[in-house]
């Protein structure tokens, strides 16, 4: 297992558009973030799936957002109707209990360019 | 909702000085947590520290909890070129629920 994978790792695309970006965690991880960061600031929570199951999305998101994670394995998240402020990095992150609470391991993530 | 600030926003050291940054959060951490991110990369997890006044050692780096669980040091000894990158402190609340907060992030550069 190499670590966590997201694809694609740029994505240009124009405003109206809708967008999927793929997440892989490590294999035995059954904690799934995800997370968007902008230039110069700190990760900003979007939304967390243990195994199958979200737990919780941030009130920021909006119903545009879309995350699933159907078999408990890999997970997607879609937005709909791209918006130039959806311009950003978005990362995704994996967690097991067993390795220590809450201890994220990230993937490179997915840029997106709304134009 | 939680909030946790961190300063400086910025720091510019000379090699050899050393640097600390600051965490503090809203409300009560269960644990804190400390990623480093280079320039053009994505946090990596660095340590994490879970009892009330607990100290950590990693060579240079000395990480701290308060005894409130609300706030959190980094501190940097010598620094070097290498140290370069944002350092964000993260934590869940201690609600019982696993949504991982991040700070606002102190970035530090490394003048040769």
């Known amino acids: 297992d190499t670590g966590v994978s997201q694809d694609p790792r740029h994505k240009i695309t124009k405003r109206g558009q809708n967008v999927t970006f793929r997440c892989d965690p490590i294999?035995?991880?059954?904690?799934l973030y995800w997370y968007r960061q902008t230039l110069g600031q700190g990760p900003e929570f979007l939304t967390y799936f243990q195994n199958e199951a979200q737990l919780e999305k941030s009130r920021l998101l909006s119903d545009r957002f879309s995350a699933e994670r159907p078999k408990g394995s890999f997970s997607t998240l879609e937005i709909q109707r791209t918006e130039q402020g959806d311009s950003a990095m978005y990362l995704c992150?994996?967690?097991?209990?067993?390795?220590?609470?809450?201890?994220?391991?990230f993937g490179a993530g997915s840029r997106l360019t709304v134009l | 909702g939680q909030q946790v600030m961190q300063i400086p926003q910025y720091q510019h050291v000379q090699e050899g000085e050393d640097f600390t940054t600051y965490c503090n959060s809203s409300t009560t951490l269960s644990n804190i947590q400390w990623y480093k991110q280079r320039p053009g990369g994505h946090p990596v997890f660095l340590i994490q520290?879970?009892?009330?006044?607990e100290v950590k050692k990693q060579k240079r780096l000395t990480f701290q909890f308060g005894e409130a669980k609300k706030n959190s040091s980094l501190h940097i000894t010598a620094t070097q070129t290498t140290d370069v990158g944002t350092y964000f402190c993260?934590?869940?609340?201690?609600?019982?629920?696993?949504?991982?907060?991040f700070g606002t992030g102190t970035k530090l550069q490394v003048i040769p």
């Open positions: 520290l879970v009892k009330s006044g």
């Open positions: 992150a994996s967690s097991d209990r067993a390795s220590g609470a809450n201890v994220l391991t």
């Open positions: 993260a934590g869940p609340n201690s609600g019982g629920y696993q949504k991982v907060t």
């Open positions: 294999s035995e991880h059954n904690r």
